[in-house]
């Protein structure tokens, strides 16, 4: 045999030498810099992550309307782990393991459909209810029991219309204390009478931590000049004495918006302060309504509404963009008109797919109440910028030469991520 | 230097860290279950299969019509080894290392063709004769005795028209036994006497035990309409009691053609008794003459012969279809009218090819004696979808949530195949 | 997690595990035969190779007239290194690795192009100037002082228009050795008043030290009929006894035409005598002017010249090919009038990119003074059939049934570069 195989599996997350390993890297890393090259391509801690931070924390899959029917599913891949999420008729929403108890086939073998009452096995037509029961396998006598052959469960929890999913056994218990936080922000925007305008997957070639540092600052912003229509690029503390004369005039005027704004969102009687708790929790989660430039209604060209049917019951526009992001795999921006979810899955360790829907109320009609480029200019152009972005700070941080350089003060929630990365994975392998 | 590379051979089947890894995984397999997904994705495992399955056993690679000239030739590549089969001019049958004794280029390039009475090797002209004797090299004096340098040779087995490779040095020595019971079965379908009306390539995205498997049971054979045409699926010990009152009736039905059928085999003087030694054995194989539905004639959708021209001097077409299996990589179809020849090889371990050739009476012309779409279409079609199962059932089997399920009845050759490869394993590594 | 990865780094090379693996590769090598077949496939000997090979000597990137303005670049990947090289406006050539010292990024992005006169990371725009120091971060304070984030340079060297870059701290110091006894032969055809006629890169689907091997002999010119149109493949120390008569004849008038060709070499002035360092140094180099058959005046199908402009102050055509290798990435055929040059980069350990960059005399123009077909013809038809001659080697010798055969006489570089090899290494890793 030629090239050497390994064949002892030292990525088992219960082993030391695995342990060892993990806990050097997180030690090589210096607080307030950016991540040593070895985060983003060394084999044994990609895989440490699928099982630790992928397969043991919650994921934001899809909203509810991807799935508005009974019957209606979608099938995902979690690292290593193919799964499906299934609307019930009753309305409630399972998700299993898509691997059939027999041989292991998956069951539901396209990214979107319907099934009937029942889930078949396209392989030996084995059949599942929907509570995942086995209740035929076409043979008079299985050397196992039926009652044993359940389709594997994945935990499910619903926020506000979001869809997310835990592979654990024993997922982690702080989703419904930021669920109880977050419903004032999320259910004006009804996720549940939306639909989807447009679904885009965006592979970005690099690692999935790169990817989510881009969008957890806009120090960068300056190469979006769509976005940067609408999105003031101040966030966090600003220390005023440190802008330039160009700066400071900028600032004013966000300053004067957000007085505004704040002014308008009170009359909404919709919540708007700031919560950030990115690290410390499992769920790691942050959430502020932004002021948007302009005329201030949407992420647009314009920065003028792109449907004309507002979401729920909103009558005015000018709310601003609710973003959100909960670690490790989302972030989204609630809009009076729209909204927008992201959803990232790491494909391996150098690529990273990016899902990005636009939700429009479930009565607008493309055409007559929106305009389906102008709604989806933006985030178009920003996620293929963004896409650029990230693939090239993956093939320069993958040098040996590569140093890790310091973090400014605008790239503060690039920081707060680290945090939370590390004191998962120290938590998953007791460090 | 960035991700980590191994260095040791590990795989290095005298290792002891292979066979305590090998040992293992057989240890972890359960009788009477599908296998672990290891099985389908260690990479140490797969490297132990090239050598100790693929490396030592009889391979089916083509049948002699596909070299029915002197200085034909087909090249192969058996997992790491490059090969080539070859006729002589005297119709004896050669294969040798498709590796130059100079530089080690491969010496015959294309996947078939014709060679003078000597073999060239392109790059720096050494010349070798039928026998794989080097008799020349293009300089004057060589450091090593020309004599040294004979191309390795790799033993072949006829059968019937069949031909077989092995690599190891000592072949398993039970061919001899395999053929004496297999020529008179296949003997009279004159395989010397055909040639090649079609042959495809079709790539599976499946570990090549999957694709054995599949081929191993038709528990599964409700997904092939095409096939069940003509095939009933009713293969060893039918309980009767077990059977739905509609297949009571497919049973019967069965039951009566296959009377009809086993009366015209004798009258036509050719066995059908079953043979089946899957396991206990390196060259495990098994025969089975199938009876077919409607028509009964021929493996095509309305079941009758494809071809006008019977095969060899048969005058019946109404004789099923001589099914006959040898571990690790073929599987064949003889039929009155056409042969189909199945061989698989692996590729890597997701990945497996099947290479399917339709043979036909030599003297068959294409529109005259039959249509190529309707000899072909059946396994044609029955091929895309097996394919699809195999990677759907890699896919799925690969998720680390898999858990072997148990086997029914009509998978009992899906467990004896198991039962082989365990042999197998065993005995090359003395476990 | 499935498959088994990896996570200590025994490919590191101060690992005492890595040493005895390469100490034991280097041990079953045979003097005077081709490599084992490990040295083209082992994982571990590559990332060793990119480190202590192409991490650690002078490696030919580019001519000067591939850069010829002020702010002009190129980028290159060495292994896992982006560098690029830069034309400062003073005229001076400077080298730095790619990744900008905040969070990685690569800065220039494009295989080529200009830039101003700062350098500006596309990511949050951070400045370098063309010295590499970080002269602004678009941040009022860092945690780190901007006087310790300089670009990391790379080592350059020029030698009569070729650019030369070393990754290594420290590189060998034996450059300016070479230099001075280059530079009389090369600087008479005025590398820097050319300009760029062509480029093509190709992918080798071999390893780097197959497609060295290639170019170090002409035992397998016979497959090259383009070339040997003006290629006599006469090299070393021929023995006229153990030549054909055909061989004799061929030789005789080889003799007779290197005659002429010195006496042409005589009166130009221009030095032709062999220098052969291949081994016993690190830049490792050989350069040998050959006379070319027929008319003698360049590498073109008719063997006349294929730009009516020579270079630099020739007036006569016929001074044949000073042919120049530099060890471990690169050779040169330096005609009367025009140059090409070849710069080999392995991309894994089965691939490798060869460009090929044809350099005419900065004032000829295509269609009146060549005739860019006439001009790139031999090369692009010689790198092609090497292509294949490559793909074809490592396949074969990446059979474990591969064993090394005996070099012959004209392989005598190939054996000069197996000891150069091997002595890099071993000084490397102290063995």
Redesign the interface.
């Known amino acids: 045999?030629?090239?050497?195989?390994?064949?002892?599996?030292?990525?088992?997350?219960d082993s030391t030498?695995?342990r060892e390993?993990v806990a050097a890297l997180l030690d090589s890393r210096r607080r307030?810099?950016?991540l040593p090259?070895?985060f983003f391509?060394?084999?044994?801690?990609?895989?440490?992550e699928?099982?630790l931070i992928f397969g043991r924390h919650w994921l934001f899959v899809a909203s509810e309307p991807e799935i508005p029917e009974g019957g209606d599913y979608r099938t995902f891949d979690i690292g290593?782990?193919?799964i499906f999420v299934l609307r019930r008729d009753d309305g409630s929403i399972v998700a299993f393991?898509?691997?059939?108890?027999?041989?292991?086939?998956?069951?539901l073998?396209q990214p979107a459909g319907v099934v009937g009452s029942n889930l078949v096995c396209?392989?030996?037509?084995w059949v599942y209810d929907e509570t995942g029961r086995l209740i035929g396998?076409?043979?008079?006598?299985?050397?196992?029991p039926m009652e044993g052959?359940r389709l594997?469960s994945v935990h499910v929890k619903r926020l506000a219309g979001l869809i997310f999913v835990c592979?654990a056994a024993e997922p982690p218990d702080d989703f419904p204390a930021m669920a109880a936080q977050m419903e004032p922000y999320l259910l004006p925007h009804a996720v549940a009478r939306t639909r989807v305008a447009k679904q885009i997957d965006l592979i970005e070639h690099g690692n999935w931590k790169l990817t989510i540092?881009n969008n957890r600052e806009c120090?960068?912003c300056?190469?979006h000049p769509e976005l940067s229509r609408s999105l003031f690029d101040f966030f966090g503390d600003i220390?005023e004495?440190?802008l330039s004369p160009q700066e400071r005039a900028a600032y004013a005027s966000f300053q004067t918006a957000r007085k505004a704004a704040i002014a308008g969102w009170e009359r909404a009687g919709i919540p708007w302060q700031l919560i950030e708790k990115l690290h410390g929790r499992p769920t790691g989660f942050r959430t502020d309504r932004l002021v948007l430039n302009g005329a201030g209604e949407s992420m647009t060209m314009d920065t003028r509404r792109a449907c004309a049917r507002l979401l729920g019951n909103f009558t005015d526009a000018r709310l601003g963009s609710l973003h959100f992001h909960v670690q490790p795999n989302a972030w989204f921006h609630f809009l009076a008109d729209h909204i927008v979810t992201f959803a990232t899955l790491p494909l391996d360790a150098g690529r990273t797919l990016v899902r990005t829907t636009w939700l429009v109320d479930a009565a607008a009609q493309e055409g007559r109440d929106y305009d389906l480029e102008n709604l989806t200019r933006i985030w178009v152009e920003t996620n293929k910028q963004d896409a650029?972005?990230v693939e090239?700070?993956h093939?320069?941080?993958?040098?040996?030469?590569?140093?890790?350089?310091?973090?400014?003060?605008?790239e503060f929630m690039v920081g707060m991520f680290h945090s939370w990365y590390e004191e998962r994975l120290r938590a998953a392998l007791n460090l």
């Open positions: 045999m030629s090239a050497a195989v390994p064949f002892r599996d030292p990525a088992r997350t030498a695995l390993h307030g810099y950016a090259g070895a391509c060394d084999a044994a801690l990609y895989a440490a699928l099982e290593p782990y193919p393991h898509n691997t059939c108890r027999h041989r292991g086939t998956r069951i073998q396209p392989y030996h037509r396998c076409g043979a008079s006598e299985l050397s196992a052959l594997k592979l540092e120090f960068h300056a190469g220390q004495d440190a650029t972005l090239e700070a093939r320069g941080a993958s040098s040996p030469a590569y140093e890790p350089g310091p973090l400014v003060g605008s």
